[in-house]
């Protein structure tokens, strides 16, 4: 497994933008798929957006598409979510997530995450 620690959460107004870094530990980062996902208040864990192992497959939850892109560094051990467009809607925690398959990313059965990284996005 790996050790994940999010940063890069904040306070923005709505149509701002935000960058997360996940920086995971371990010498086998670049074998591992990794991915987003979040917790608003009261709601549920909701599948935010993934990549493959070498970055060349993403996918992304409807809601942040064309506003939301994710990346890998594997040099440095480190994933991204660049947010553009914020809206008071996704306002949440957001949890880095890590499996050797993506597939199970997109699951939300994934193997390791983080502690998170609050986002509030204000209206």
């Known amino acids: 497994q790996v050790q994940l620690v999010e940063s890069g959460g904040g306070l923005v107004q709505a149509g701002g933008s935000l960058r997360l870094s996940c920086a995971a530990s371990?010498?086998?980062?670049?074998?591992?798929?990794m991915g987003w996902f979040r917790q608003a208040p009261g709601k549920e864990r909701e599948f935010v957006a993934a990549?493959?192992?070498?970055?060349?497959?993403?996918y992304y939850t409807d809601s942040v598409k064309d506003r939301f892109t994710i990346s890998r560094d594997n040099a440095k051990n480190t994933v991204y979510l660049q947010m553009n467009s914020l809206k008071p809607e996704d306002t949440a925690i957001y949890y880095c997530?890590?499996?050797?398959?993506?597939?199970?990313?997109?699951?939300?059965?994934?193997?390791?995450w983080g502690q998170g990284t609050q986002v509030t996005v204000s209206s």
């Open positions: 997530a890590a499996d050797l398959n993506v597939v199970n990313i997109r699951r939300m059965t994934f193997s390791s």
């Open positions: 990549l493959n192992w070498s970055g060349g497959v993403t």
């Open positions: 371990g010498r086998t980062f670049s074998s591992y798929a």
